[in-house]
């Protein structure tokens, strides 16, 4: 039996955790979208029913891109409201930064139905990454755990 994803809906939100990473190579960052959205997240995605957020963060890397990560530190713990696909969502996020000995494309490339590219700290604030917040702050990896409320403007 496959386990399901941490995802509910209450009250027309929908309550979700998931985990994701900071992937660093040469002082690049790796990001990705889907082909029909118009903004970039960081790798990760959905924690299941009786896994952990660490273990989660392996396994979608290890589905997305298939490669094997190291977590280096838990950077930030992200309270995230927003809409996505006209639906209200209050999301619960694990941001790590991570590394790899694997081999991944330098340049933009598309795996498992994600467009995939690496972008510098500078080119990232020209981008839309989401959530919002990551878009602003001076110091995207932090050196110690941050907690912060995101609220994305269209979540009204």
Excluded at 71 to 86: A, C, G, M, P, R
Excluded at 128 to 141: A, E, G, S
């Amino acid at each position: 039996m496959e386990t399901r994803d941490i995802s509910y809906t209450l009250n027309g939100v929908t309550i979700k955790v998931r985990s994701c990473g900071f992937l660093i190579n040469d002082e690049m960052i790796l990001v990705h979208k889907k082909k029909y959205d118009d903004f970039y997240a960081l790798v990760g995605g959905n924690v299941k029913l009786g896994e952990s957020t660490e273990e989660a963060i392996h396994r979608e890397f290890g589905e997305e891109l298939n490669i094997s990560i190291e977590i280096k530190q838990l950077v930030w713990v992200v309270e995230n409201f927003y809409t996505y696909d006209s639906k209200k969502v209050h999301e619960f996020m694990f941001v790590y930064l991570i590394d790899t000995n694997n081999e991944l494309p330098t340049e933009t490339f598309e795996m498992n139905s994600n467009i995939f590219s690496w972008f510098s700290k500078s080119e990232l604030s020209k981008v839309t990454l989401k959530p919002n917040f990551l878009n602003h702050t001076d110091d995207l990896i932090p050196n110690s755990t941050m907690h912060i409320i995101n609220v994305d403007s269209n979540n009204e």
